[in-house]
DNA sequence: TATTATTGTCTCATTGTGAGACAATAATAA
DNA sequence: TTATTATTGTCTCACAATGAGACAATAATA
């Protein structure tokens, strides 16, 4: 629900979107071990928010979403898949846009193109965690990174939004090279396999793994990587091409 | 881009609907070891297109789909999947739109509701074929079934839409229950893996999809089914509870 | 009564995965 | 210098899932 700054025009009359069609990000990122998503935290309310946004008449949907992405996270090229359309209209909470906005300093009526009902297309993006510098909006004084699984409250269905997202990232995992989008371009097994359970919610068996990666033919073994552990050093791989 | 006849206030304003959202549906039956989907033919123009339709204000997305099924197929409960949004601009044709509905007898000036850009949420029914009585809505004089490999040219993006759905439907073939909503309630073995067959597009095993079908325990047996032809009878099953 | 087509159920080989064994080694402790 | 520790890369073995085919059991027909 996140939104680009407008002129006033454009703001009641909502004139240079379309109506009623918004998009939500799930923005994952991979980091100590954990899954993290990105959040906005709305100024002076206390609202937690996925990052989202409209989309401009002359726009393609997904060039609207990247257009979001970019503008949170300085990020292009950003591994981007659909997930779900929310259209239930027990979404529909004007009076949680209203307060964002009033929090804001914007004096809002009851026609504000802000408060009629959205569909929200969600989307869910797998990012470089080091390479992001989040950036919140005209509305909201933090975009930052939580652990998937210590959320604060969000609004709306926003938490729905998110079990969607890891629900078919989870579908995605053997279809899709996850690990390529959330790691560094090196990468030690034992690092690909932490993204897997992170993702997957469980355990792996690291031999198993190891042989299944392998066997798929598409990673490229580089030279060892020195911890500075008293153990064995692993190799660092990369993915193919 | 089918849509129910409404008053002409309503035509022109939009008011009774979201704006720039519409829904398509891909319908698939199956009959003579063959997927068939639904197709509308629009009066006077030639013009396929898929069924669908817009969202009313009060009404949940998912809701509006159901209705638009109900109308074509006479369907209750429909098996209903989402598939994918298509919000590209290059979707936005608004002389065929003009087209149709000046074949229909509408004269129709260019800030037409219809005519406006929309975001096409789409999705994919599977549907008992025997069950179905298709109707067309008032800007069509057919809704028929088409065999899945020799459909007519189609509007806009709807071969994309088509694609993505049988798509869809195959990558979840194993997961949901796909059988049980395109066959009778009682079914031969062999029917059952041609519903497979024709959905994947390729020949399956006969022995080991009958050993994986009965292995995961879904199926309940019955009498066996004489089709009078010289060979072994084949026994009926139906899906369990 | 023999023939034909199809079904239900085997067996056997191959592949994929779970579970664990074990040697190799990078740093630390003795 | 040598033993210790944790972790890695690679085995082996057991078991489950699947591919491929064999074969007896039958409905109707010749």
Known sequence: MAHKKKNEANDIQGTGYLSNIA???????????????LLMEYHNTGFFALPGGFVKREENLNDAVRRGLKERTGLD????????????????????????????????????????RFISVTYYALINYANVVPTPD???????????????ELILDHHDIVNKALQTLRANIDQKLVGMNLLPAQFTMRELQNVYEAILGEQLRRTSFQRKILGLD????????????????????????
């Open 23 to 37: 998009f939500d990000s799930v923005v994952f990122g991979f980091s100590g071990a954990k899954l993290k998503i």
């Open 77 to 116: 090229h950003i591994y981007l898949e659909q997930c779900y359309v929310f259209g239930d209209t027990t979404r529909h909470k004007p009076e949680i846009l209203k307060t964002i906005l009033e929090a804001n300093g914007h004096t809002v009526t009851d026609s504000h193109w802000l408060l009629d």
């Open 138 to 152: 005209a509305l909201s004084d933090s975009c930052t990174w939580y652990d998937l699984d210590s959320l604060p």
């Open 218 to 241: 598409l990673l490229k073994r580089h030279e060892k990587h020195y911890s500075g552990k008293a153990h064995k050093a692993p190799y660092l791989y990369s993915f193919k091409k």
